[in-house]
């Protein structure tokens, strides 16, 4: 189990308890109007892990991601990154930073290489390091051969690629992502998930916000998961799924209806599957061996099955059982 301890929700969740790690958050506040977005948040992130911020719409990620980046204030609660106190030290907390927002911050008339440029001027690399730079962010999302091509005429999975590219041209010791991935081709999506993982080799600290579950379950260490401006869960992708309590589920289609009473052990709970075809069941089983078990029960009471598919849990499963949906409809929050 991991140092993070597990947690889940039910009233006041209690303290957090982790080693000191490189971004620390602690009874995080935030409201815009009489709307409360925050309430209480603590979490820690350690030095060279990618975490990932899970969260219904309007569960409080982007005003997150936001706070960390300096470009709002909390109104309550401490943040500290690589040992600076955010509310004294935001100038140097930007200097370790990389923040990449959903929407494209881009120059359209500008070309590739001249928007890297001007980010890393303005993170205050020298004309020597700035070229060094941008040329290093180029080919590390792929776009060296679209360096002099203006941003206009970049598809919008280039776009996305080299708005990563601005995020990391300083190479930052903390990087923020608020939903890179969202509304890219298969190939870009790839490829922004390849440079993300590279830059955590390298040493960079990931924050990465998502709708994609698949993504978290691919580059995540752990996960943060948070609704209604609270920490829900926290902990690698096993151990939230483990948290939520899923379990393995098998989907039997039988030739007709099932025998009766073929399955009355207590150790299943059996469920008709929704809609009008009564020759299919799902089972919930306490594990994946017992799945021999559940078709050796159909054969011997007479059953003749036809197929099945077992679902092991995941993160989806987890992230519903936890919130309750799949999606809030919501401001972006």
Known sequence: MSQL?????SGNIGTVLA???IVEVARLAKSYGSRLVLHDLSFTVRAGEVVGLLGPNGAGKTTTLSILATLRAADAGTVRIAGFDLRAHPAAIRRKLGFVPQAIALYPSLSAYQNLDLFARVQGLS???ARRSCAAALEEVELSDRASDPVATLSGGMKRRLNLACGVVHRPEVLLLDEPTVGVDPQSR???LRTIRNLAGAGATVIYSTHYMDEVERICDRVLLIDRGRLVA??????VVALAGEHPRIEITF???PPPNWCARPLLSVNSVAGAERNKVELKLDNLAQVSEVLEQARVAGGRVLEFSVHSPNLSDAFMTLTGRALRDAEPA
């Not at 301890?5 to 929700?9: G, S």
């Not at 926290?234 to 151990?239: D, Y």
């Open 255 to 257: 030739e007709r209806e």
């Open 5 to 9: 301890c597990l947690i889940r929700a």
């Open 234 to 239: 926290a902990g690698t992708v096993a151990e």
């Open 190 to 192: 790839e490829k922004i």
């Open 19 to 21: 080693p000191q790690g």
């Open 127 to 129: 004309a020597s390091e």
